[in-house]
């Protein structure tokens, strides 16, 4: 749900409801990974991997990368921070593995950005291999729209939710009401450059009610999909952020009465008693193309599990 064109968003839309968070370290979370239904992965680097263990976890991200072990699904790997002394080793070893895209913690302005792109070009990444920019400071909210702009091979703004809440000296509160500000910097810039945004993670495994409603509150606030750190929030995290049967088949029947009227020489369309716009018709075809790309995917993913 890209924030270009609807037509451009048409043809680029990637579903990424639901992106999990796998810690490279543990090959067993690793191999489970293969059955579990996220539309896209992330073999963590970072926050899941103890110091003396990240130079096997970065071996065994890009192996599993290397040998294609999720199938079609999209996959990625977080490599340790540009101020760390990992940062340099890990997107060498990303960029010759090629993953889907490398997510990059604590990037706060474009000159950050450029980096990444620099050091994966010098490494020969493949096109193929995007940017995923988390942000998650202060500094970070402010230059969003530079962050967003400032490579053609940044694909995803990722929110950290905790770092940032961490840093403004907030509290974890239902509807968080404190973040809300920096989300919606980020929402814009995302938006207005036509980039993917996801939603930070939500910290209590046990509270599925919780975790839903903010599901509800990262959609209905324009997020594409959640970034998440238990399998067990796959499933509901999928159904919150597709589009529902009732918006399908309602888009469905704008299509219709729109085509109807132009082919009649009208330049008005009504449906259920309501005047249809341009605007309007284009968010029913972004909402079609949004439900075709997930059922595809789906149809994908049971396919491979299929065959295992």
Known sequence: MSGTPAGAAALAYRPRRSVLYMPAANERALEKARGIPADALILDLEDAVAPDAKEAARERA?????????GGREVTIRVNG?????????????????????????????????????????????????IWAMVETPVAMLHAEEIARASQRLAVLVMGTNDLANELHAEHVPGRAPLLPGLGLCLLAARAVGVTILDGVFNDIRDLDGFEAECLQGRQLGFDGKTLIHPGQVEPCNRAFAPAQAQVEESKDILAAWEEALASGHGVATVNGRMIENLHVNNARRILAVSEAIAALDREAAAGTAGQ
């Not at 890009?62 to 999720?70: F, G, L, P, R, T």
């Not at 960029?95 to 604590?106: E, L, M, S, T, Y």
């Not at 620099?118 to 096109?127: M, N, R, V, W």
């Open 62 to 70: 890009c192996a599993k990368v290397a040998d294609q072990a999720y």
């Open 82 to 130: 540009l101020d760390t002394r990992w940062h340099t080793d890990d997107l060498r070893a990303v960029a010759a593995a090629g993953p889907d895209g490398v997510v990059v913690p604590k990037i706060s302005s474009a000159q950050d950005v450029h980096a990444v792109e620099k050091s994966l070009e010098a490494a020969g990444a493949p096109d193929r291999t995007r």
